[in-house]
């Protein structure tokens, strides 16, 4: 039962997926891609999530707290690369 | 009271997958990128902590193991997900990406036009 129930979650969620792969492929500005990546990477969370419960085993839940923190390091990177042209801003004293 | 544990964890991690698909419909349908940003920000969040909240209580409950870092990672994702929502939404207004046609109300504008005025006037 509950298998079944994880496995139609993954599909909800890969179809999702491919959803926001399209608007990161069509999408007309750096931001729609931007967004798009962002909740891919969020979904990916959810996924592992599943498949460690379909393969019972808590070896990857790690993970899930890893691509949480990269996921948000890349897109305050990608914002302040768009609002200020540099990531890394040098020191105005020197 | 295990079997209700299970219908708990079933129907957390359905409503958590249903979210993450409404929220890419969003994504796809909606006019521009702070309606997409808004769908995806909000919905997507609450879907995967529903997922990891269902995740965290099988563990629990089927094999007796308490995970920390699923409860971290459900906390985590509550803090920075709106934090990233609104910073790529406040980097898209400054770089000048337009609102949709069909919005009315540019309360942003209006201010940082007045506070150009009030800029220009004092020299």
């Known amino acids: 039962m509950l298998e079944v129930i994880v496995q139609i979650s993954l599909l909800c969620i890969s ?5 926001l792969i399209y608007r990161v492929i069509k999408g007309p500005t750096i931001p729609d891609r931007i967004v798009a990546l962002d909740a891919i990477g969020i979904n990916l969370v959810a996924v592992i999530a ?34 200020k042209g540099v990531i890394i801003e040098r020191d105005r004293d020197h | 009271m295990i079997e209700i544990i ?7 991690i359905l409503i958590g997958a249903f979210l993450s698909l409404v929220a890419a419909f969003g994504v796809i349908r909606l006019p521009d990128v702070y309606t997409r940003n808004h769908a995806a920000s909000k ?27 699923l409860i971290l990672g459900i906390i985590f994702i509550f803090m920075t997900s709106p934090v990233a929502g609104h910073l ?13 046609d069909v919005s009315v109300q540019d309360d942003l504008k209006t ?13």
Request: aromatic share 10%.
């Open chain 1, 15 to 19: 179809i999702a997926m491919v959803g």
């Open chain 2, 43 to 69: 919905a997507a969040t609450l879907g995967v902590m529903s997922v990891l909240l269902g995740t965290f209580l099988y563990f629990y409950a089927e094999e007796g193991h308490f995970n920390s870092r």
């Open chain 2, 6 to 12: 299970r219908i708990i964890i079933i129907v957390l």
């Open chain 2, 111 to 123: 201010k940082k036009g007045s506070q150009v005025s009030v800029n220009q006037e004092k020299p």
């Open chain 1, 50 to 83: 599943l498949v460690s419960i379909l393969l019972k085993t808590n070896a990857f839940l790690e993970i899930i707290l890893l691509i949480g923190i990269l996921a948000f390091i890349g897109t305050v990177a990608f914002s302040k690369y768009l609002e």
């Open chain 2, 88 to 100: 790529i939404s406040r980097a898209a207004y400054n770089a000048g990406v337009p609102l949709a």
